[in-house]
């Protein structure tokens, strides 16, 4: 029987993936075709090409051709950056599922993805914004395994997600309570990237997360990649780097602003922890870092909460 055709295992719920292309004429058909063999069936694909200059849109019309009628909707991006893409997208109002998963152009699912996601969705209450998401096979251009992304332990909460997002985009899936939250966050809302936006907001708006230790998507690294993964030596250098130039502590303040849109709905406790962040991040030395400790604000590891360490004394978070 052809997969498009094949009985949906995962149930009726229906499953948004929401594509951000740019460029990406090399491997897209690649992730189009995984999108084509998942175990729940019941998805459609809206595609927004934010001005590609190589084939991708043809790649996307040649599929939206061959794929049964609403399988695949092509829209022109805002042409303003991949996380301004995907808040367009987001925002959509034409757009309606029962769950919203994020897909990148360059990476390859595995068939019982979305299943996963979906599963797990359901036991939550639809009036909860909740949040799937997790690790990833890392695979070279030539779809070679070359690791797998870290594993994290420490439970998803506002706290850790202030400092730091725990998984990719391209692995995370949502509910329609997360979605419109994001919403009223609007497509004019500036942000750092959209997955890291969107932990922030389910988590500090009382939503649940699932951090899924079984890796469901092939990551690929390539020398084009927007974002890469963030793990190795190389990147923790780089990290450090960015925190001696201001970059982490611009990021907070974008991130602090853009929570001011959605201060009604933080949880009292989370609304808590912001104040204390935004007031020890104005303080002297020792004030600070007593202050940020007491907001509770941390990252997934020890070496992680080291480098944050000295980025509060050196006033750099």
């Known amino acids: 029987m052809d997969q498009?055709?094949?009985?949906?295992?995962?149930g009726p719920a229906k499953v948004a993936i929401l594509l951000g292309t740019y460029n990406g004429q090399q491997y897209l058909a690649e992730q189009l075709d995984s999108f084509a063999i998942q175990t729940h069936d019941n998805w459609a694909v809206w595609a927004?090409?934010?001005?590609?200059?190589?084939?991708?849109?043809?790649?996307?019309?040649?599929?939206?051709?061959?794929?049964?009628?609403?399988?695949?909707?092509?829209?022109?991006?805002?042409?303003?950056?991949?996380?301004?893409?995907?808040?367009?997208?987001?925002?959509n109002k034409n757009i309606e599922a029962d769950y919203y998963a994020y897909s990148d152009q360059d990476d390859i699912w595995e068939a019982e993805k979305l299943e996963r996601a979906v599963h797990w969705l359901k036991s939550v209450p639809s009036d909860m914004p909740a949040l799937y998401c997790g690790r990833t096979r890392l695979v070279d251009g030539d779809n070679k395994e070359i690791g797998l992304s870290p594993l994290f332990s420490r439970p998803p909460c506002f706290a850790n997600a202030?400092?730091?997002?725990?998984?990719?985009?391209?692995?995370?899936?949502?509910?329609?309570a997360a979605r419109a939250l994001m919403q009223v966050a609007?497509?004019?809302?500036?942000?750092?990237?959209?997955?890291?936006?969107?932990?922030?907001?389910?988590?500090?708006?009382?939503?649940k997360v699932f951090y899924d230790e079984v890796p469901t998507l092939r990551y690929r690294q390539h020398g084009a990649n927007v974002i890469g993964m963030n793990d190795g030596w190389r990147a923790r250098f780089k990290r450090l780097g960015m925190q001696w130039q201001g970059r982490f502590r611009?990021?907070?303040?974008?991130?602090?602003?853009?929570?001011?849109?959605?201060?009604s709905r933080l949880t009292a406790e989370?609304?808590?922890?912001?104040r204390q962040f935004?007031?020890?991040?104005?303080?002297?030395?020792?004030?600070?870092?007593?202050?940020?400790?007491?907001?509770?604000?941390?990252?997934?590891?020890?070496?992680?909460?080291?480098?944050?360490?000295?980025?509060a004394i050196f006033n750099k978070v």
């Open 270 to 274: 989370n609304r808590e922890i912001l």
């Open 186 to 207: 609007g497509q004019q809302c500036s942000i750092i990237t959209h997955d890291w936006w969107t932990y922030m907001v389910v988590t500090g708006c009382g939503g």
């Open 48 to 91: 927004s090409d934010d001005g590609s200059s190589d084939a991708t849109r043809t790649i996307l019309e040649g599929y939206q051709s061959k794929w049964p009628a609403g399988r695949l909707s092509l829209l022109s991006g805002p042409k303003a950056g991949f996380e301004a893409n995907f808040l367009a997208l987001i925002c």
């Open 250 to 263: 611009i990021w907070n303040n974008v991130h602090i602003e853009a929570l001011g849109r959605l201060d």
């Open 162 to 176: 202030l400092i730091q997002s725990i998984a990719g985009g391209n692995t995370m899936v949502f509910n329609q």
């Open 278 to 311: 935004v007031a020890a991040r104005k303080m002297s030395l020792l004030p600070r870092l007593f202050n940020l400790n007491r907001s509770g604000v941390h990252r997934q590891t020890r070496l992680g909460n080291i480098g944050l360490l000295a980025a």
């Open 4 to 10: 498009l055709n094949a009985k949906n295992v995962g």
